[in-house]
């Protein structure tokens, strides 16, 4: 069973700070992984992917992965009540012929002002 | 660029009718498009996929016969929940990818079945 794992939260921060959002994955064989925001009611956008080790930076969201470990992160710097939301972290599943994307449960981030 | 369509953004129909949801991409084709189903708090579950012109591969635990899925373009692709129960009252959300790993999401279709 492939599966993709996310503390459900919900992570408080005071606005301002470093949010860290974290995920582990079980399938040795995923090779990229997404991270997406779901605001309530919404559907989920694509914050950024990332498929090689180390950090991937995209203005104050930073994407971590250690494929050796099986975990992927999300930073999210200068932290803004705006992006209080539900984080989904996804695996690149290539099982079958479409490829499908395993999404973790979520975790639920707050921002305080 | 990349954006997936839905249509309707809300239904509400009765027990044992019948609901079309549409997904286009509107600015690429789309090789696979993808239909997911969320209930409230919970995560987005894959229900299938589905290839232009292929029928469509449904995830275990879901009904073909009822979940009906078309995609007869590169653009379209439509899924129609029949017989529909206050039990199939939830969100669904279709996304679409032209090839590679990203999928592009749309918007999302509240049904709700009284």
Avoid at chain 1, 11 to 20: K, T
Wanted: a positive charge; charged letters at 20%.
């Amino acid at each position: 069973q492939k599966e993709v794992e996310q503390n459900s939260g919900p992570l408080s921060v005071p606005e301002g700070a470093i949010a860290s959002l974290n995920c582990t994955y079980s399938d040795r064989g995923s090779q990229s992984f997404f991270w997406y925001r779901q605001y309530s009611g919404k559907s989920p956008e694509l914050i950024m992917f990332i498929y090689s080790n180390g950090d991937k930076e995209d203005g104050r969201f930073t994407a971590q992965l250690n494929k050796a470990s099986q975990y992927v992160s999300l930073l999210i710097r200068d932290s803004q009540p705006s992006d209080s939301a539900t984080y989904l972290c996804a695996g690149f599943n290539y099982g079958g012929s479409q490829g499908n994307l395993i999404f973790g449960k979520g975790t639920k981030l707050s921002v305080k002002p | 660029g990349a954006v997936v369509s839905q249509h309707p953004s809300r239904v509400i129909c009765k027990s044992g009718t019948s609901v079309k949801i549409e997904c286009r991409s509107l600015d690429f084709q789309a090789t696979t498009m993808f239909w997911y189903r969320q209930f409230p708090k919970q995560s987005l579950m894959l229900m299938a996929t589905s290839n232009e012109g292929s029928k469509a591969t449904y995830e275990q635990g879901v009904e073909k016969d009822k979940f009906l899925i078309n995609h007869a373009s590169l653009t379209l692709s439509t899924l129609t929940v029949t017989s529909a129960h206050p039990e199939d009252s939830s969100f669904y959300i279709c996304s679409a990818k032209q090839g590679g790993y990203e999928q592009y999401f749309g918007p999302g279709t509240r049904l709700t079945v009284t």
